[in-house]
């Protein structure tokens, strides 16, 4: 008798990971488990979700596995649909190209697309400054190496001709701390652009916004060096510089800070009057401009303001943040001469050792190739402190 062979069981269809549709403003929705990055080579997904970290205008980041290589952690960026952050993406990801992750800067280890979503993948870093020195104030030793690793960043940026323009303590995440050395990153370059593209002007973030900004008058690099010295009050205090909520108690606040706003910044920004600056500046009979008054409820706040000689009694660190927070950007001092400033050879002083500094100038192109900055870090800090050296060849990892 001819055996019967029974047929197989069916199998059962692959589970579908769940998918992602973007919501009716084009954020990409986070879905745990969901696959990100479909291809022949990972037809369900090299990314798989874990959950979000960070959510902005722009986009969300989420924290993914990356099946390519055993499940490693990675940050991935996903920004909204809309022709304008697609733009705004691209961008991002000529200049995170061109900074290849040195110098104290984030990398960008690939790009891709994403049902909709341009798309990037990052290193995996740690917390960022606001959470790290909310409410309590940084060791000094800390500040100082926060400090020049962010000028190191932004000299190189800024010799490659590139502005970041919103510096800030959310976007500057941790590598690694220690008691003796705090290792960070400057993260988030969405809103950079090169010196030569056009400004829009309404820049930054409102905290951190340099004066020049606030009022309209133009501006250039040196928002980003403004930005770093409320930062490093900030680290200090464990508390924002300015907080606050309207741009008229903001230059208040300043001036209650660091004295009178220069009556040509003034000028410049009532000769540049827009939506932004309306209602900050106004003209006497005489033709003279001065600040509008600050709205009444915003008096107690800058009442409560002291001046910067109050909070700072380090006398180094207090002479380098008067030239980081100088009203005129074109005295303000640059992140390549704030970098050899005699607050960053304080950990120098059992030594003979220096600071160097080697920084390509200014370019007028954004395609030139300026070499990276390299610095001799101080005695008993490690080399790894001040340059943040990319790993892997720099190609679709």
């Known amino acids: 008798q001819q055996q019967q062979q029974q047929a197989p069981p069916p199998q059962r269809p692959r589970a579908e990971p769940p998918k992602n549709p973007a919501d009716e403003v084009g954020h990409f929705v986070v879905v745990p488990g969901a696959s990100i990055d479909r291809s022949p080579d990972f037809p369900q997904g090299r990314y798989k979700v874990i959950k979000q970290l960070g959510s902005g205008t722009y986009g969300k980041v989420v924290l993914c596995e990356d099946q390519k290589y055993k499940g490693a952690k990675v940050a991935v960026k996903l920004v909204r649909t809309q022709h304008l ?3 705004s993406a691209k961008n991002e990801i000529k200049i995170l190209r061109e900074l290849d992750g040195a110098n104290c800067t984030v990398k960008l280890l690939r790009d891709f697309e994403h049902q909709g979503h341009i798309s990037m993948s990052f290193e995996l870093l ?22 020049m690793q962010l000028l190191q960043a932004l000299a190189y940026s800024h010799s490659r001709g590139i502005i970041h323009s919103d510096v800030k303590s959310e976007n500057v995440l941790a590598v690694s701390q220690t008691e003796s050395a705090m290792i960070v990153k400057l993260v988030d370059f969405g809103s950079a652009l090169y010196s030569s593209a056009w400004h829009p002007p309404l820049v930054g973030t409102m905290h951190y916004r340099a004066p020049e900004a606030v009022l309209q008058a133009g501006w250039s690099f040196g928002i980003d060096i403004w930005a770093v010295g409320c930062i490093i009050v900030e680290l200090l205090t464990g508390h924002q510089l300015f907080e606050l909520a309207h741009d008229d108690v903001h230059l208040s606040m300043m001036e209650r800070v660091l004295g009178p706003i220069p009556s040509e910044l003034i000028r410049k920004g009532y000769s540049n009057a827009n939506q932004y600056n309306r209602g900050l500046i106004v003209r006497d009979a005489r033709g003279s401009v001065r600040l509008a008054p600050c709205r009444p409820e915003g008096h107690s706040q800058v009442s409560s303001m002291r001046r910067i000689g109050d909070m700072v009694k380090d006398t180094q660190l207090l002479d380098l943040l008067r030239r980081m927070l100088h009203y005129d950007p074109d005295r303000r001092i640059s992140a390549r001469d704030a970098l050899i400033h005699p607050f960053f050879e304080v950990a120098c002083a059992d030594s003979d050792d220096e600071i160097e ?8 192109s954004p395609n030139a190739q300026p070499p990276p900055i390299t610095l001799k870090p101080p005695p008993g800090r490690p080399s790894a402190l001040l340059v943040g050296t990319p790993q892997g060849d720099g190609g679709d990892q």
Do not use: W
């Open 357 to 364: 500094t080697e920084v390509a100038p200014a370019v007028s």
């Open 85 to 87: 952050y697609r733009v």
């Open 126 to 147: 740690g917390a960022s400054l606001d959470t790290i020195c909310r409410d309590r104030p940084m060791k000094r030793e800390h500040v100082r190496d926060v400090a």
